[in-house]
């Protein structure tokens, strides 16, 4: 009914899931017959106010939002003018469900920047079409938003995605209380690599170890990033500082095992690659940056202490 995996399978790094589908309505009888609606085909959320409402797209990040209008407190326009003032939340569509037929009302939500409007009592059939319809566009914008935040040669995303997620999740680790972790890494002694085998070959090379770390990852939030020439970034959210750390060695043992031969390395034989594990547990401080930094400084302690390993530290 509301097939929207022909889009999704061609999202770059998508992985397989159900939309998300966000409810908001002050009446439970209204919740009940949209929930009916749509739980066979997506994942439905729900909230009976507008605090509620903004709490679940901050922490869910529903594909699309049906959104009552009038409700105690803060009304539905209010609701959606602060999700459009959200840069993290801004790309969610909002659709009005009102009782309200009043044109100038209509008018006003869109220029808020709601996609459609649908009138109680609900018409399954018709709020299924049309919700159809704008799953299939988000999906498709959110192809060509990722697009641009796609490393060309590797295909993992690049570092004008990683440094806003990296805020994001930061953020997020501290409103929630929850760890986070990243790991920054690099190819050793790619440079001679370059040299003694070519450009192309160094091209390749690159190719294998980003797909080998994408392939590696375990949550569906983790994220791996092209940080810069032969260095990547991993940002891991919800992910303590051990479970970092056996990771990172995985992922030196997954690099080393493409047995890519590398005869002018110091490390290896083969390809192998640095790494440096930084976390934030509990209620430590600091910031984005300083968890950045840190990763940095413990990368650099990797390849002192010979590379083809990784060292790491909690933020403190």
């Given amino acids: 009914m509301l097939n929207v995996e022909p889009v999704m399978a061609h999202l770059p790094m998508a992985r397989p899931s159900r939309p998300k589908l966000l409810v908001v309505d002050d009446q439970a009888i209204n919740i009940q017959v949209l929930y009916q609606a749509f739980a066979a085909d997506c994942q439905v959320f729900m909230a009976t106010t507008g605090m509620q409402a903004l709490q679940v797209c901050r922490d869910k990040l529903p594909d699309l939002v049906l959104l009552d209008v009038v409700m105690p407190g803060m009304d539905g326009f ?18 009005f469900v009102t009782s309200h ?9 869109l220029d808020l920047g709601a996609v459609d409007f649908i009138a109680k009592p609900v018409n399954p059939k018709v709020v299924q079409a049309r919700v159809k319809t704008q799953l299939t566009l988000k999906f498709q914008a959110d192809l060509l938003r990722q697009l641009v935040f796609l490393d060309g040669l590797t295909g993992v995303y690049n570092r004008r995605f990683f440094d806003p997620q990296l805020a994001l999740e930061w953020a997020r680790s501290v409103r ?16 001679r690599y370059n040299d003694h085998y070519g450009h192309q070959a160094g091209d390749d090379c690159l190719k294998q170890v980003a797909a080998t770390l994408r ?15 032969e260095e990547f970034a991993c940002i891991l959210p919800e992910t303590a ?42 209620a430590t401080g600091g910031s984005a940056s300083e968890l950045l930094g840190l990763a940095d400084a413990q990368l650099y302690r990797a390849k002192s202490s010979g590379r083809a390993r990784s060292c790491g530290d909690r933020l403190v």
């Fill in 78 to 95: 209010e609701v959606c003018r602060q999700l459009k003032a959200d840069e993290a939340l801004r790309h969610i569509p909002v659709i």
């Fill in 101 to 109: 037929d009043d044109p100038e009302q209509e008018t006003k939500g």
């Fill in 176 to 191: 929630t209380g929850t760890p986070l972790s990243m790991i920054l890494l690099d190819v050793d002694f790619f440079k």
């Fill in 215 to 229: 392939s590696n990852l375990r949550r569906p939030a983790d994220v791996v990033a092209r940080y810069g020439g």
């Fill in 241 to 282: 500082f051990d479970d970092a750390t056996e990771l990172a060695t995985q992922l030196e043992r997954h690099v080393r095992a493409l047995d890519i031969a590398h005869a002018h390395s110091d490390a290896a034989p083969v390809v192998t690659i640095s790494l440096g594990v930084a976390a934030r547990e509990g």
